[in-house]
């Protein structure tokens, strides 16, 4: 039976600006009879440097991520929007942080960081995205920066 992937999101606010918990509970729809069901949950942070950068200035990206076991991820990053939802700006050049590439999650903490630098003026929206089978999927919340 062809198993179709729901993605549910529970979310709770950190303390620090720019910093969001995230829990992400990805379930089978329809599993066979008999078939036992486990649900992965990931749970992580994603903190910005600065969310007021100057035109120019580099932007780091901390993302704080674990699973309740392992799992790959084909990729994941920080994605990134300008207030009219291009991803992006004029030159063509994308306003995402970098892919980290394939990840292989488990219980242990994971710790990844990169960097952007933003030019246009503007406020940017800001979330995780992960991809599997050739997908990428946001997660929520979405957090906003501005480059001023």
Excluded: C, N
């Amino acid at each position: 039976m062809r198993t179709a992937y729901r993605l549910a999101v529970l979310l709770a606010t950190a303390t620090v600006p720019a910093a969001v918990l995230l829990a992400v509970r990805l379930s089978a729809q329809s599993p066979p009879l008999g078939e036992i069901v486990t649900r992965p949950v990931l749970v992580g942070t994603v903190a910005l440097s600065t969310t007021s950068p100057g035109p120019g200035d580099t932007v780091l990206a901390t993302v704080t991520i674990r699973a309740d076991r392992s799992l790959r991820l084909q990729g994941i990053t920080v994605a990134v929007r300008d207030e009219r939802g291009r991803a992006v700006d004029a030159a063509g050049s994308s306003y995402d942080f970098p892919d980290y590439g394939p990840v292989k999650l488990d219980t242990r903490q994971k710790t990844l960081t990169s960097s952007q630098q933003y030019h246009e003026r503007g406020t940017y929206v800001y979330f995780l995205q992960y991809r599997t089978d050739g997908r990428w999927h946001p997660l929520a919340p979405y957090s906003s920066f501005t480059v001023g």
